[in-house]
């Protein structure tokens, strides 16, 4: 290792020898680096999971545009838009197909007295071009009271909708009716449901006798081909005059939704908060461990100084040992959290998976803050005089 | 005082110096004027307190010079930029009375960064040279040995071999040979009075060592801060 990193530092590998020169110290320093890696990983992990599961969310529909309530900062929150505006936006020029969504929650009491509680999406089956690639073939739904329901719902048994077909229904009771699940889609749990039901608007209106089909939660519009959806969304507004509604594009709707949950959102913030906290844990044991380390070999740096060797030189070292430290620490906390992630996302059937992204930027920020504290550590170094320093 | 050649490598002229601020500040010396020639070993003598230490420091550019001139190897140290302090220092040697070895480098590895300080070069080619003058100094068989496995004589041997393995063109020295027993602190002088000789390296040693003072070719002694012999 020490030949290594002479040929590839050009020089003695001062800052290695110094870490690995005392064992423990190197071995606790880099379970500390690693304990902040993995604290941030976590929160990352949740974080990316609010991020995820919201635009899951999303894939089972497609669309260009889609129209909602001023109040309605989620696909599931918010009031209730006013069909007559799914008319009077198909008369603007570049809209060519509109469709009403709706969207509701079924609660499903299960033989052992768990519930799961499913987001359900209420749209109308003939127009199969709202729906999807999440969702697959919904010509099934036509008939009333058939349902789609979520295999990865959190609190589902395995195995248990396997055998659900068209042809064998699997009936359960929900909502006090009697419902057909005649096949699964597979999104998996999020903030604010266990799962995700599928039901033609026929049968969300009799799950819900209470919603009026005049009302649905959003309007999804599909706009010409070659037409910009943020040009004709924006035509829509200015057709529609109001700020009772928000007329977005889709992709908007969805990125604007993602910043919701994790700015705005309690939950959301306190995961940010948890990065940030599991950010300055690691920046502070780095500190304590380069500063220490920097301490205890000043006379020796100051001997360097003397020698001739320049400020550049000591950064160099310390940048040395961050690097090592990040790079050592970084990767047993890779291993771990990749392995807390398989267990969070068995419990909470949440999607939360280790992106090669996810892994860079934890990198690159243990390193940068690793390089950080060392040249705080060093600031003593390059303002005091040698002899003073002996 | 001497007069001053040319080419002198050291010429103090004025040299006050202090330590400390406000009511604590207290004067460690008083007009110090000075040249010591080229390829000489000038000794500094003088009961403990009396400012040898600070003077060499102050002419090894290791302090900051507030009053007065120190001309080193033609610069001007009194207010010279950190960078033109560098570059000066690495024509010079230092020898401490403390060794000052880096504790996770092996004694070659503590030699090779007296040579590394001028730049990256044939890594090989610096541990044969780190080599060759340990052995010279009776260190051969302790290469690859860490500071805390070689005795006090040793660790000095090996400190006085990272001052000399980048030719330097001005040796300091304090108390160089504190740790060692006389053969080997003889030894060690006459070392650095052959490199006068040879290659005209010019070294200046702070010691209490009377043994060396028949080798050396100038003794200056210091009391309270001044010079009061220059024999």
């Known amino acids: 290792m020490t030949r290594l990193l002479m040929r590839l530092l050009g020089r003695m590998p001062i800052g290695w020898l110094q870490l690995v020169s005392n064992k423990l110290r190197f071995a606790s320093a880099v379970a500390g680096v690693s304990f902040a890696c993995i604290l941030v990983f976590v929160q990352l992990g949740m974080m990316g999971a609010f991020s995820e599961a919201t635009r899951v969310s999303y894939s089972a529909l497609n669309a260009d545009i889609m129209i909602s309530s001023s109040d309605a900062n989620s696909l599931t929150e918010g009031s209730h838009v006013a069909r007559r505006r799914m008319y009077q936006a198909l008369a603007v020029a570049g809209v060519v197909e509109a469709q009403p969504l709706f969207i509701g929650r079924v609660t499903w009491l299960q033989e052992d007295g768990s519930k799961i509680e499913f987001t359900t999406i209420g749209i109308d089956p003939s127009r199969p071009s709202f729906i999807g690639p999440a969702i697959g073939d919904i010509n099934s739904l036509k008939l009333a009271n058939n349902v789609l329901l979520d295999s990865r719902a959190r609190g589902m048994k395995p195995d248990m909708l396997s055998e659900a077909t068209r042809e064998h229904p699997l009936w359960i009771e929900a909502h006090g009716q009697q419902i057909a699940i005649v096949g699964t889609v597979s999104l998996g749990g999020g903030f604010s449901g266990d799962g995700y039901m599928v039901v033609s608007d026929q049968t969300f209106m009799r799950l819900f006798p209470s919603r009026f089909s005049g009302a649905p939660n959003h309007i999804l519009l599909k706009v010409a081909p070659g037409e910009n959806p943020r040009l004709v969304a924006e035509r829509i507004r200015k057709e529609l005059s109001t700020t009772s509604l928000k007329v977005r594009s889709f992709s908007d709707a969805i990125e604007e939704d993602i910043k919701y949950q994790t700015t705005r959102r309690p939950t959301g913030l306190i995961f940010g908060f948890g990065v940030a906290i599991g950010t300055i844990v690691g920046f502070v044991i780095v500190y304590q461990i380069l500063s220490t380390d920097v301490a205890d070999h000043l006379r020796e740096y100051a001997t360097f100084k003397a020698m001739g060797y320049s400020q550049r030189f000591f950064q160099s070292i310390v940048m040395e040992q961050a690097v090592i430290l990040a790079v050592t620490g970084f990767i047993p906390a890779l291993v771990f959290a990749l392995g807390i992630y398989q267990v969070m996302a068995k419990a909470t059937s949440l999607p939360i998976e280790m992106s090669p992204g996810r892994a860079i930027l934890v990198l690159v920020g243990t390193i940068g803050s690793c390089a950080l504290s060392g040249i705080f550590a060093m600031r003593k170094l390059a303002t005091a005089d040698p002899a003073d320093l002996f | ?231």
């Open chain 2, 1 to 231: 005082m001497k007069e001053s050649a040319p080419t002198d490598p050291i010429v103090v002229k004025g040299l006050n110096h202090w330590f400390g601020t406000g009511q604590t500040r207290i004067q460690s010396l008083f007009d110090i004027h000075l040249h010591i020639a080229r390829g000489k070993l000038t000794v500094l003598m003088g009961p403990s307190g009396s400012g040898k230490t600070t003077l060499l420091t102050l002419m090894g550019c290791l302090r900051n010079v507030e009053t007065g001139s120190v001309q080193l190897l033609g610069h001007q140290l009194r207010g010279a930029s950190n960078d033109t302090l560098t570059v000066l220092r690495r024509r010079l040697g230092f020898i401490f009375q403390a060794h000052n070895l880096h504790s996770s480098l092996t004694a070659l590895q503590n030699v090779r960064m007296g040579l590394e300080v001028h730049g990256a070069r044939d890594h090989s080619e610096y541990d044969r040279a780190s080599a060759h003058i340990l052995s010279q100094l009776g260190l051969g068989e302790r290469l690859n040995y860490l500071p805390q496995k070689l005795s006090g004589g040793q660790k000095q041997r090996v400190a006085v071999a990272r001052a000399l393995v980048g030719n330097p063109e001005i040796v300091f020295a304090d108390e160089p040979t504190a740790a060692l027993d006389r053969e080997s602190g003889l030894k060690t002088v006459l070392m650095l009075k052959r490199l006068g000789e040879l290659r005209g390296t010019t070294t200046v040693m702070v010691t209490h060592d009377n043994k060396i003072l028949e080798l050396a070719d100038r003794i200056l002694r210091l009391e309270d801060g001044r010079i009061v012999s220059d024999e």
